[in-house]
């Protein structure tokens, strides 16, 4: 509990923290009322799945959550505190269960406010631009809220993980952006079907992003909660090695 207690302190303290969930906040919710401005639906039939498409500043708003789990870790390894925190705690798995908690309880304070503002502009929005607007009581649309919420708190921890590997600020978000960015990339440009299907089922963001689809789920090439599993699994396992790294080498 000390310890849970003294990681809340340093991250609410921390104004950098405070900068980046406003910045979480304002650029999600901001792309997302763009994107629902401006994005229009052709009078004869759309495609477009308008739950998404009042979701569009996640897509964004990830990188934000990403810099903000690197920083966490990333500074104290920086500024040389990280052996100041794992002197006075010892127990090395106990401060990264800390870390890993008080981010998620950041991200979601930040995530439920920029989903929220999203969902309402689509709602109000998008009937002009020819779409039905995303009726926020169903079922399919609260599963994609409370799923963006996730996937942005899942964002965070993997990039928690990977910067408690590396120990580098700036290499950790360089491979968290590319794992959210580039991946995507690659399985676009992959011409083999197939192949780029599974590399769809097993990129963190676009298998994580299937949470906000609400049509043509029979198209996806992963399941809504199936996909939010892998991100999952990508987030368990970067901060299942950095717990092994974290008491094995030296600080």
């Not at 500043?57 to 052996?83: F, K, N």
């Not at 780029?196 to 906000?212: C, D, E, F, Y």
């Not at 999952?232 to 974290?246: C, F, I, N, P, R």
Request: charged share 10%; glycine share 8%.
């Amino acid at each position: 509990m000390n310890t849970l207690r003294s990681e809340w302190t340093k991250l609410r303290t921390s104004p950098g923290t405070v900068w980046l969930i406003l910045c979480v906040v304002v650029t999600t919710a901001a792309v997302s009322v763009f994107a629902s401005a401006v994005t229009t639906c052709p009078a004869r039939g759309c495609a477009l799945d308008p739950t998404k498409v009042s979701l569009t500043g996640v897509t964004l708003g990830q990188a934000v959550a990403a810099i903000l789990g690197v920083l966490v870790v990333g500074t104290e390894y920086a500024s040389g505190t990280m052996r100041l925190t794992l002197t006075a705690t010892p127990r090395r798995l106990a401060v990264l269960a800390a870390k890993a908690v008080t981010v998620t309880a950041m991200m979601v304070v930040a995530a439920v406010p920029a989903v929220v503002v999203s969902l309402l502009a689509g709602r109000n929005l998008l009937p002009g631009n020819g779409f039905i607007a995303p009726d926020l009581g169903s079922e399919p649309v609260l599963r994609a809220a409370v799923g963006s919420v996730a996937y942005l708190t899942l964002i965070a921890l993997l990039s928690l993980g990977i910067a408690t590997l590396v120990r580098d600020s700036a290499t950790a978000i360089g491979a968290v952006l590319a794992l959210l960015y580039v991946f995507p990339i690659v399985a676009l440009a992959v011409s083999d079907a197939d192949f780029a299907r599974h590399l769809k089922q097993v990129s963190p963001t676009n298998a994580g992003l299937a949470i906000q689809a609400t049509q043509g789920l029979d198209d996806l090439p992963i399941g809504p909660w199936q996909g939010l599993g892998v991100l999952a699994a990508w987030a368990a396992g970067s901060l299942l090695l950095a717990g092994v790294l974290l008491t094995s080498r030296d600080a």
